[in-house]
């Protein structure tokens, strides 16, 4: 292995400090996967009582999952170059103290501030917490870890949904102020259980170059594209959203040159690859919007509480959680397209069909059925999304394939959080009064089922390639690699050769 660990004994999963290793990584991975779901239950709360309008909660959103996208390759980076356990307890203090001053925040511009501050954090600790088990295990255990906590991870975004709304019933802040216990917990015991790894092969300079551009892009076209729902792409917006474009094509220029790229564009080279992450794409953009309108729907304009709202969307977690791994295993046997090309059709009929939830919505009648639909329909999709995109790249860049996939997820959800709303005529004070929000929920249903049809018909053009049969890999000589469903939290595991050239 290219591991090296202060201690070298690789960890059992049946001892005890197994057990602690496999607790530290999932309550890690569990702090920055659930306050990228929980914060959408309680953003109706936070908009009456910080006085926000449409666009600030936007940026609630947003500003979290703008770093963490611009960030989360170079998390990675640093916890092989520095230390994973390091780089992790790093992204885990600051992940508390932006939380903190989140719980704290006397204002939605201090709020936006802290979430893009939190979203650092996660993006330092959120690369950490599997590259952490994989490096500490033994061979024979690693897999069982891997899968122990997947299904851990699973079970807490489940109940996620249901203690945010509970806690937002009693006070907002407290959907922050939570992860301060818990993040003392974790640097206590991380401190203690944990041991130290790096990979002693990781050469070259870190592509700072390449990130600052990626997060200036990212961000002036976010804020662009936010502000341009209020006031149109006039003056200083059109700038704004001119000055993303350029520092992001010169994101492309820088990495094509670099020597050790953030994202190596030979991968794009493989059409593949291309093809599957422009399908997700596609329909990772309607999935973060339909999960912060929805809640808001229901609270706004059907009346319901955030417990009751945040509840609304746990189908979809069981669901993959329950099948997501026949579903890959469906892919395995003939092939991705057609379960790519069927999941954002029966997603986009969810979609369609959630566009009808309105006043006095029932939940058995007009949200569950809707519901499981899109919810068949994204299980149908998701794993072998993900096996396409490994597939696609030769073992030694399956790692940086992965997080690639993973970013383009999150800036996937980023950016349609920002244009779709605005595209609908949601802005302002809109989310609060019912009939305005219920008009452009729907349009925004329209809208979102239209980019899973594209995401459906560009899977059945381009997604040719059968998987291929997976190798048993060396116990010893392989790396584990993780996709995450960034807006529903459910995870699903692939194995794979060492990655030496991460």
Not at 228 to 240: I, L, M, P, W, Y
């Amino acid at each position: 292995m290219t591991d090296s660990a202060s201690d070298p004994a690789p960890l059992r999963l049946g001892t005890a400090r197994g057990r602690w290793v496999l607790a530290t990584t999932v309550l890690g991975s569990g702090l920055a996967m659930l306050d990228s779901t929980v914060v959408n239950v309680a953003l109706g709360r936070i908009g009456e009582d910080l006085d926000a309008g449409f666009s600030g909660l936007q940026w609630t959103v947003n500003a979290y999952t703008l770093s963490l996208a611009a960030l989360i390759l170079l998390g990675g980076s640093l916890g092989d170059r520095f230390g994973r356990r390091r780089i992790f307890l790093i992204g885990v203090v600051w992940f508390a103290v932006a939380s903190l001053l989140c719980g704290l925040a006397p204002d939605i511009q201090v709020l936006i501030a802290a979430r893009g501050l939190q979203g650092v954090g996660g993006a330092l600790l959120t690369p950490g917490s599997l590259a952490i088990i994989a490096a500490s295990f033994h061979g024979e255990d690693r897999s069982a870890a891997v899968g122990a906590w997947s299904g851990l991870s699973g079970i807490a975004a489940a109940i996620g949904p249901l203690v945010g709304g509970w806690l937002v019933e009693i006070n907002w802040r407290l959907v922050f102020l939570i992860n301060v216990p818990v993040a003392v917990l974790i640097v206590i015991v991380a401190a203690r259980h944990v041991p130290e790894s790096r990979d002693p092969d990781a050469a070259g300079r870190l592509d700072l170059t390449g990130t600052v551009l990626a997060a200036t892009g990212l961000g002036a076209l976010t804020f662009g594209l936010t502000r341009a729902g209020e006031v149109g792409f006039v003056g200083s917006v059109a700038v704004t959203v001119a000055a993303g474009v350029v520092s992001l094509v010169a994101f492309v220029v820088v990495e094509a040159r670099s020597a050790h790229p953030l994202v190596p564009l030979g991968l794009f080279r493989n059409p593949q690859f291309s093809a599957a992450n422009a399908v997700t794409l596609l329909v990772y953009a309607p999935l973060g919007v339909i999960f912060v309108l929805l809640v808001l729907q229901l609270q706004v304009v059907s009346g319901w509480s955030p417990l009751a709202a945040g509840s609304a969307l746990l189908p979809v977690t069981v669901v993959m959680l329950l099948f997501s791994s026949r579903a890959g295993a469906l892919a395995q046997r003939i092939g991705p397209r057609l379960p790519m090309t069927l999941g954002p059709l029966l997603a986009a009929g969810g979609a369609l069909w959630m566009g009808r939830i309105g006043p006095e919505a029932a939940y058995a009648v007009d949200v569950l059925p809707p519901v499981l639909l899109f919810a068949i329909g994204l299980t149908l999709l998701v794993s072998p999304l993900t096996a396409t995109v490994l597939d696609a790249a030769d073992d030694r860049h399956v790692g940086i394939a992965s997080g690639v996939n993973n970013a383009v997820a999150r800036t996937a959800g980023l950016l349609a959080v920002a244009v779709v709303p605005a595209a609908v005529g949601i802005a302002g004070d809109d989310y609060t009064n019912p009939q305005t929000f219920d008009d452009g929920y729907g349009a925004a249903m329209l809208l979102n089922a239209g980019l899973l049809i594209l995401g459906a018909v560009l899977a059945a053009v381009f997604v040719r390639r059968p998987l291929a049969a997976e190798p048993e890999p060396d116990p010893e000589e392989h790396r584990v690699h993780i996709e995450t469903c960034a807006h529903c939290g459910v995870t699903g595991t692939q194995l794979h050769p060492a990655d030496h050239d991460r």
